[in-house]
């Protein structure tokens, strides 16, 4: 099972504000600890929404909407996540549950989101057939 530990965004975050040396070294052993038990898929921090550029489809075959950031509403943005596989949800919040305050100052947001699996997804054997194909692709590119 796998599960997404999303770190909500902070109006520090959102304005660039750079963790602390302190919070990154935390945050680094954390990371440590996860790759140590073999449950670490990734984890990234993600640039503030000023970066960002949202796109939105209105309606059905409409051409798609770019609207570039910043975005208004911090606590509805992320800031970073950390990708886990893992045996049970039980497992996956133990794991949420250690780590480090994000922002390192009391106002730190965590959300726990369990990853759909392709089989949950998919029902027809020829698309699982290519989604399987095209996740070997990945792998092999991977390595290249």
């Known amino acids: 099972m796998r599960f997404m530990i999303i770190v909500k965004a902070t109006t520090d975050s959102e304005a660039g504000v750079?963790?602390?040396?302190?919070?990154?070294?935390?945050?680094?052993?954390y990371n440590e600890e996860l790759l140590k038990?073999?449950?670490l898929l990734a984890a990234d921090g993600l640039m503030p929404s000023s970066n960002a550029i949202r796109i939105s489809y209105?309606?059905?075959?409409?051409?798609?909407?770019?609207v570039d950031g910043p975005f208004t509403e911090s606590k509805e943005l992320i800031a970073g996540y950390t990708?886990?596989?893992?045996k049970s949800?039980?497992?996956?919040?133990?794991w949420a549950l250690r780590m480090p305050?994000?922002?390192?100052?009391?106002?730190?947001?965590?959300e726990l989101r369990q990853v759909f699996e392709v089989e949950?997804?998919?029902d027809n054997?020829?698309?699982?057939?290519?989604?399987?194909d095209l996740r070997k692709q990945i792998e092999e590119q991977k390595k290249a």
Request: glycine share 10%; hydrophobic share 35%; aromatic share 0%.
């Open 89 to 94: 949800r039980e497992e996956a919040l133990e």
């Open 125 to 132: 054997p020829d698309t699982l057939a290519k989604e399987s």
């Open 101 to 110: 305050d994000p922002h390192g100052n009391g106002q730190g947001e965590l």
């Open 83 to 86: 990708l886990i596989e893992v």
């Open 120 to 122: 949950e997804l998919m």
């Open 58 to 66: 209105p309606e059905p075959g409409d051409k798609p909407i770019l």
């Open 37 to 39: 038990a073999g449950v």
């Open 18 to 29: 750079m963790p602390s040396q302190e919070l990154l070294d935390a945050m680094q052993k």
